[in-house]
């Protein structure tokens, strides 16, 4: 098992940066890929972005690329996320994945934070 723990939400104004964080811990985070998804009022849960064990292999969706930044430190069992140039359509709760192989589905990932809720005011 592995547990999932978000932190660094919150409400920020257009324009402004946020850096998410996911602490792991139980089964030894350096086995797993990690990602990051997102989910709107009303929408389904969405791919936000991934990164590979070695950190070495990043993707992200094209509503956040060049904005946001993936990053990991095995060393801390921790996941970032780096938000800047922060949007409205940016707010939803933010949650952390961990799964055998990086991967944009949802399905393909097997343990969950709770999430992490970003407001983003016009």
């Known amino acids: 098992q592995v547990q999932l723990v978000e932190s660094g939400g919150g409400l920020v104004q257009a324009g402004g940066s946020l850096r998410l964080s996911c602490a792991a811990s139980?089964?030894?985070?350096?086995?797993?890929?990690m990602g990051w998804f997102r989910q709107a009022p009303g929408k389904e849960r969405e791919f936000v972005a991934y990164?590979?064990?070695?950190?070495?292999?990043?993707n992200y969706a094209p509503s956040v690329k060049g904005r946001f930044t993936i990053s990991r430190a095995n060393a801390k069992n921790t996941v970032y996320l780096q938000m800047n140039s922060l949007k409205p359509e940016d707010t939803a709760v933010y949650y952390c994945?961990?799964?055998?192989?990086?991967?944009?589905?949802?399905?393909?990932?097997?343990?969950w934070g709770q999430g992490t809720q970003v407001t983003v005011s016009s």
């Open positions: 139980g089964r030894t985070f350096s086995t797993d890929a």
């Open positions: 990164i590979s064990l070695s950190g070495g292999n990043t």
């Open positions: 994945a961990a799964g055998a192989s990086p991967s944009s589905l949802v399905h393909r990932y097997d343990y």
